[in-house]
Nanobody, 121 residues
């Protein structure tokens, strides 16, 4: 069974920083693209940042220059470094990964349980 577990959320003042982690575990053959999404109360889930297996990244316009996505393939872990946080960044952040599992050799979508990020003004 493949699992994604996020960590690193919390409460921070505006202008502060947080680093989120997303660790994949289980019988994994390969991890392709990884994305961080967020969902604020009353809003739809939106893509914040994504990274391919080759390291190519893309970001939502609202976080460009402030957030950085990275991955450590040896650890099956992805990160989201968030700097200059704003109150409007407050949301539950979710990790998504396109994973090929050993027992099911077709790429499938996996989601973490979410981690709350709250930015106070």
């Amino acid at each position: 069974q493949v699992q994604l577990v996020e960590s690193g959320g919390g409460l921070v003042q505006a202008g502060g920083s947080l680093r989120l982690s997303c660790a994949a575990s289980g019988r994994i053959f390969s991890i392709n693209a990884v994305g961080w999404y967020r969902q604020a109360p009353g809003k739809q889930r939106e893509l914040v940042a994504a990274i391919t297996s080759g390291g190519r990244t893309n970001y939502a316009d609202s976080v460009k220059g402030r957030f950085t996505i990275a991955r450590d393939n040896a650890k099956n872990t992805a990160y989201l470094q968030m700097n200059s946080l704003k109150p409007e960044d407050t949301a539950v952040f979710y990790c998504n990964a396109k994973i090929v599992a050993v027992h099911y050799p077709v790429e499938d979508d996996y989601w973490g349980q979410g981690t709350q990020v709250t930015v106070s003004s």
